[in-house]
């Protein structure tokens, strides 16, 4: 089945008994026994949950892993991940990341005793120089946020392979609509299902999907020792968000490759980072590993006057964090996404006081590129010169 059709029917509780075209919500806590040693298949939300099981099944499929686990929020469910480790591991993990990853690693999983290796992940003799004998996982973003750096997965996967690693891919930023890590050797894939599988701002929720078995239970007895599951109705709000991915996804980056071009053209712009352009250095290694380059665009421009001048004057364009939802946003990395990232760290990566970022979202591009034109132009006599 294509993927397109598998967003809108896969869930498989048809509830023939009533013929309702939506997965309905369970919103119970425990579960009755028919008798003594005897289950339904349901015992306690904590555990499963029948409307939470549906979005869990959807998102397998859709990643072609064995088991997906639903978690309250991606960084849940990052957090829960970390438990495969013990005191003394080492994991590699890409440089540029989201902020949240970042501090997690930096000042929860340090603290517990693992230990971290930030390295360029595009560059694969980099991460080859890293590799010691305590050495567990490589965990990387690809494309990265904010910088839009891309790692090629089959490549990574074989280094993993040869050196009995489990590789960590979070694909938030590409949904399985347009890449699949697992079919290019990742063991684990990661998601924030608040971006775009749930697709329009109003939901918190995380993946994990597994390649194995084994991931599948090691992983489920840390799911339901720690808890942080998702609840009935979010669960539900996740199956509705991910029946218009496949359009969604589309749509924006349509918009998204309408407006990068745009913005290459914009004298006050000076970098663009998008992965669809054919000058972004890691273009043929999208094409090669994904179906699409997706709908996150981050550039640089002049000054930092100009970058907060942007965004006190965007008006369609939503100055918030946050990304993959029908909304355009704008997002300013250095005090938002990544302010916990310390400021030498941010800044040799190129998180500094010009850069944006954007996703971008369904509506007209025309409409979009007027907000930008305004929010760029100089001064209000300039706007008359600005159509
Ligand atoms: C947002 C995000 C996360 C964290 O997910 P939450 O749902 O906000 O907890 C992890 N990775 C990436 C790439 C993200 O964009």
Partial sequence: MDLTTLCVHGAEDNTHCTGSVTVPIYQAATFAHPGVGESTGYD?????????????????KLEKGVDALAFSSGMAATTALMELFKIGDHIIVSDDLYGG?????????????????????????????????????IY???????MMQVTDIAAISKIAKENNLLLIV???????????????????????GTKYLS?????????????????SEKLRFIYKTTGACLSP????????????????????????IALANWLCKHP???????????????????????RGFGAMISFKVDS???????????????????????????????????????????????IDERLLRLSVGIEKIDDLILDLEQALCQDKLEIYGCD
Avoid at 109 to 123: E, P
Avoid at 279 to 288: C, G, L, V
Avoid at 342 to 348: G, K, S, T, Y
């Fill in 304 to 350: 930092e006057q100009t970058a907060r001048q942007i965004l006190s004057r965007v008006k369609l364009i939503l100055y918030a964090e946050s990304l993959g939802g029908v909304e355009t946003l704008i997002t300013y990395p250095m005090l938002q996404t990544h302010a916990d990232v310390p400021q030498e760290e941010r800044e040799a990566k190129g």
């Fill in 170 to 192: 979070d694909n938030t930023f590409l949904t399985p609509y347009f890449q699949n890590p697992i079919d290019l050797g990742a063991d684990i894939v990661l998601h924030s």
């Fill in 140 to 146: 990387i973003e690809t494309p990265t946020n904010p």
């Fill in 44 to 60: 306690y939300s904590r555990l499963q949950n029948p409307t939470r099981e549906q979005v869990e099944k959807i998102i397998a």
């Fill in 199 to 215: 697709g329009h701002n109003d939901t918190l929720s995380g993946f994990l999907v597994v390649r194995t078995e084994e991931l």
């Fill in 101 to 137: 990853s970042h501090r997690l690693f930096h000042y929860i999983s340090m603290k517990n005793g693992l230990f971290f290796s930030f390295v360029n992940t595009s560059n694969i003799s980099e991460v080859i120089k890293h590799i010691r004998k305590e050495t567990k996982a």
């Fill in 233 to 256: 109705f979010d669960s539900w709000l996740m199956i509705r968000g991910i029946k218009t991915l496949a359009v969604r996804m589309e749509k924006q980056q349509e918009n998204a």
């Fill in 268 to 290: 006050k712009v000076q970098d663009v980072y998008y992965v669809g352009l054919p000058t972004h250095p890691d273009y043929e290694i999208s094409r090669r590993q994904a």
